[in-house]
């Protein structure tokens, strides 16, 4: 249950889970699934705002191409004309401009990038420890505890899947 209500967005409880949370809790039932609503609530804010920042990020990496595009395309004309020319003033210009805007788009999708890998889209720890009427120290040291066995058990199903691969290849 600690799972499903830490990722609340992505899983249903059925009517004995929420019984019992209302029972660990000292809540009525329509309470419960009231928090529930708002727990869904946030944890959909917070996948919002992680979108926005890969969007953002995706947008910025567009530009990127875009600019990167415009430079090859300068250089080739840099180098097919002659380099006194008032036209070769221009593109160097241009050019400069391109890597200045260039060095800001990649600024921003690092920074956006970063700022969505820092965006957490679980249920809140003191959310979480309200919906199971626990103290919330409690609950962290179960949620280290689950996502522990959750990595050991993606090691050894990712090694599990590494020796099929190697008897398949033998």
């Not at 499903?4 to 949370?21: G, P, T």
């Not at 000292?26 to 699934?33: C, D, H, P, S």
């Not at 036209?87 to 800001?104: D, I, M, V």
């Not at 420890?129 to 689950?146: F, K, Y």
Request: glycine share 2%; hydrophobic share 40%.
């Amino acid at each position: 249950m600690l799972f499903k209500l830490l990722y609340i967005e992505d899983f249903d409880l059925d009517a004995a889970e929420v019984q019992l949370l209302a029972s660990r809790s000292g809540r009525a039932v329509r309470e419960v699934l009231e928090r529930i609503e708002a727990a869904r609530e946030i944890v959909r804010s917070r996948e919002a705002t992680q979108r926005a920042r890969l969007d953002a990020a995706e947008s910025a990496g567009q530009w990127i191409r875009l600019y990167e595009r415009r430079l090859a395309q300068i250089e080739e004309d840099l180098v097919a004309i002659d380099s006194d020319s008032p036209r070769a003033a221009r593109l160097h210009a241009q050019r400069a401009e391109l890597l200045e805007k260039l060095g800001k788009r990649r600024r921003q999708q690092a920074d956006r990038l970063r700022a969505s890998s820092h965006t957490v889209v679980t249920l809140p720890t003191e959310m979480l420890a309200d919906l199971l009427g626990q103290p919330a120290s409690s609950t962290r040291s179960q949620i280290t505890r689950v996502r522990q066995e959750l990595v050991a058990l993606l090691s050894r199903e990712a090694g599990r899947h590494a020796a099929t691969e190697d008897q398949d290849q033998q």
